[in-house]
């Protein structure tokens, strides 16, 4: 699909470690768009994923950066003009770690030093993306930044830990950013809440395969996959979503509004051992 909806337009993507990478499959369509972009992601990501592929790929250049330095991502934001040759029209940040997730901590018995770096890394570095480009008017008006969000922001899910309060500090950093950028230069800064999606963080969290069939099972159109959320992210980017601000977007098939399903319930029963 190519209908070259984001021709002229300059980003930033934080966030492709490898090819299962949402960011990666962004760039992808964000090229086949028109755009041109400047790949970043933390030093220690770079030397273990596949980025100087997918540069090679979308020709692009890749600039370090560790998302929760304000002095990194000022650094990145200068690269960024400077080799895009203007302000920047959109920014993806596709980032989310949690240290307790990964040490297979419970959300009751956390450790809080890990605890703050993961909420750093989740999502007070949204908050550093938004104000570095602030305080170096480095975006355009209109620009729009994009974060990715869970839908554990709202709801329950048992084994989503402590990412739940990062995803939800995530989006309200949206909202209340989306405001003050948005009287300051008209730029839209939103969230989308995405299916369970097969990737190195999403595989990550305890349970993920019950979450992926269950969410698969439970939506009328099924699981949005890494390279749909990417045509959503476009759409974002583009100029036919100009007044889009400070929304937490679904993008799961439907999942966020459903109840209970025949598929679910059929199985549960039959689970039950009730018919
Ligand atoms: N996969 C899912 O099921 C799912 C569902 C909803 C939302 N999301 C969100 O989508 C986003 C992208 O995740 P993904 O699923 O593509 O996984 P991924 O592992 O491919 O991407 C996560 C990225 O975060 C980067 N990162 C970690 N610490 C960083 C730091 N300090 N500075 C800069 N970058 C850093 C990693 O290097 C990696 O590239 C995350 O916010 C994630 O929470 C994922």
């Given at each position: 699909?190519?209908?070259?909806i984001?021709?002229?337009?300059?980003?930033?993507i934080?966030?492709?470690?490898?090819?299962k990478?949402i960011?990666?499959?962004?760039a992808e369509a964000a090229k086949?768009e028109?755009?041109?972009?400047?790949?970043?992601?933390a030093?220690?990501?770079?030397?273990?994923?596949?980025i100087n592929e997918?540069?090679?790929?979308?020709?692009?250049i890749v600039?370090?950066?560790d998302a929760?330095s304000v002095e990194?991502?000022k650094?990145?934001?200068?690269?960024a003009m400077?080799e895009l040759?203007g302000k920047?029209?959109?920014?993806?940040?596709?980032?989310?770690?949690?240290?307790?997730?990964r040490?297979?901590?419970?959300?009751y018995?956390?450790?809080?030093d890990w605890?703050?770096k993961?909420?750093?890394v989740s999502?007070?570095?949204?908050?550093k993306?938004?104000q570095?480009?602030?305080e170096?008017?480095a975006l355009?008006?209109?620009a729009s930044?994009?974060?990715?969000?869970?839908?554990?922001?709202?709801r329950?899910?048992?084994?989503?830990n402590d990412?739940?309060?990062?995803k939800?500090v995530l989006?309200?950093i949206a909202r209340?950013?989306?405001y003050?950028?948005g009287?300051?230069?008209?730029?839209?800064?939103?969230?989308i809440?995405?299916s369970?999606?097969?990737?190195?963080a999403?595989?990550?969290?305890k349970?993920f395969?019950?979450f992926?069939?269950?969410?698969d099972?439970l939506?009328p159109?099924g699981?949005?996959s890494?390279d749909?959320c990417?045509n959503y992210?476009i759409?974002?980017?583009?100029?036919?979503?100009?007044?889009v601000t400070?929304?937490?977007?679904f993008?799961d098939?439907?999942?966020s509004?459903?109840?209970?399903?025949?598929?679910?319930?059929d199985?549960?029963?039959?689970a039950?051992?009730?018919?």
């Amino acid at each position: 699909m190519s209908n070259s909806i984001l021709k002229g337009k300059k980003g930033i993507i934080f966030g492709a470690l490898d090819s299962k990478s949402i960011a990666w499959k962004v760039a992808e369509a964000a090229k086949s768009e028109g755009a041109e972009f400047v790949l970043t992601n933390a030093p220690v990501a770079l030397r273990m994923g596949g980025i100087n592929e997918l540069a090679e790929k979308t020709s692009s250049i890749v600039v370090p950066a560790d998302a929760t330095s304000v002095e990194d991502l000022k650094n990145l934001y200068a690269k960024a003009m400077d080799e895009l040759g203007g302000k920047i029209d959109f920014v993806l940040h596709s980032i989310g770690m949690s240290v307790n997730v990964r040490k297979g901590r419970q959300y009751y018995d956390q450790n809080y030093d890990w605890t703050m770096k993961g909420m750093d890394v989740s999502a007070i570095s949204f908050h550093k993306t938004l104000q570095a480009a602030w305080e170096l008017d480095a975006l355009n008006e209109y620009a729009s930044v994009l974060g990715l969000s869970y839908i554990a922001a709202q709801r329950v899910f048992h084994s989503y830990n402590d990412m739940a309060d990062n995803k939800a500090v995530l989006e309200s950093i949206a909202r209340s950013f989306g405001y003050h950028y948005g009287k300051r230069k008209k730029v839209r800064v939103n969230t989308i809440s995405q299916s369970p999606t097969v990737t190195t963080a999403g595989s990550g969290v305890k349970g993920f395969d019950g979450f992926y069939q269950f969410a698969d099972d439970l939506s009328p159109l099924g699981n949005a996959s890494a390279d749909d959320c990417a045509n959503y992210c476009i759409t974002l980017f583009s100029d036919y979503t100009k007044k889009v601000t400070m929304q937490n977007l679904f993008h799961d098939g439907g999942f966020s509004f459903m109840g209970i399903s025949a598929d679910v319930m059929d199985n549960y029963m039959k689970a039950k051992g009730e018919n």
